[in-house]
T-cell receptor, first 117, second 109 residues
Framework: GAVVSQHPSWVICKSGTSVKIECRSL??????MFWYRQFPKQSLMLMAT?????????EQGVEKDKFLINHASLTLSTLTVTSAHPEDSSFYIC?????????????FGPGTRLTVL | GQNIDQPTEMTATEGAIVQINCTYQ??????LFWYQQHAGEAPTFLSY??LDGLEEKGRFSSFLSRSKGYSYLLLKELQMKDSASYLC??????????WGAGTKLIIKP
């Protein structure tokens, strides 16, 4: 099956710093990638939808200037959490959808656990 | 608005059968997914239904009724490793996934 990787798996940073998370589709081309955030014991919350070569579409309540998304190629999207604060501590998960349709299934990365001190 | 409903938590016994229900109201429908998520891990794909009926895949089966806005995930011969959260998600007219809050399944020996 299709594989999506994320890097890093976990990161601890100081308040005020920026953190970049990479999402890669390893064996397929993804025209669309999605970024989710999940707080403990809660469901996935879609943050933004990223299409290759265009600006990301952010969900209501998600600050685009704080969560910078770049989808420069069909296999890579990045999420940068700028000026991170403790309330940004969460589990960030990306998913990617194949360019060639089918079930339009989203393949998920393993997630990145961010802890902001 | 768009809404996905599923029970918050269910408990079942090892070796038994459990059915997790999901009802939905969305703007358009382009398929329903079930995902399994163990604590601290990302979701993993279980099933996809876009037509009415039952899809069977090993110990897991998923059913869909589009007219009723209803689906269920059936897990047979439960094993302890099946303890996880099960997420129902519907793909709307824009092919965006609308997620349910998840059902935490607890398996007891």
């Amino acid at each position: 099956g299709a594989v999506v990787s994320q890097h890093p798996s976990w990161v601890i940073c100081k308040s005020g710093t920026s953190v970049k998370i990479e999402c890669r589709s390893l064996d397929f081309q993804a025209t669309t990638m999605f970024w989710y955030r999940q707080f403990p014991k809660q469901s996935l919350m879609l943050m933004a939808t990223s299409n290759e070569g265009s600006k990301a579409t952010y969900e209501q309540g998600v600050e685009k200037d704080k969560f910078l998304i770049n989808h420069a190629s069909l296999t890579l999207s990045t999420l940068t959490v700028t000026s991170a604060h403790p309330e940004d501590s969460s589990f960030y998960i990306c998913s990617a959808r194949e360019a060639s349709g089918g079930a339009n299934e989203q393949f998920f990365g393993p997630g990145t656990r961010l802890t902001v001190l | 608005g768009q809404n996905i409903d599923q029970p918050t938590e269910m408990t079942a016994t090892e070796g038994a059968i459990v059915q997790i229900n999901c009802t939905y109201q969305t703007s358009g429908f382009n398929g329903l997914f079930w995902y399994q998520q163990h604590a601290g891990e990302a979701p993993t794909f279980l099933s996809y239904n876009v037509l009415d009926g039952l899809e069977e895949k090993g110990r897991f089966s998923s059913f869909l009724s589009r007219s009723k806005g209803y689906s269920y995930l059936l897990l047979k011969e439960l094993q302890m490793k099946d303890s996880a959260s099960y997420l129902c998600a519907v793909q709307d007219s824009n092919y965006q996934l609308i997620w349910g809050a998840g059902t935490k399944l607890i398996i007891k020996p």
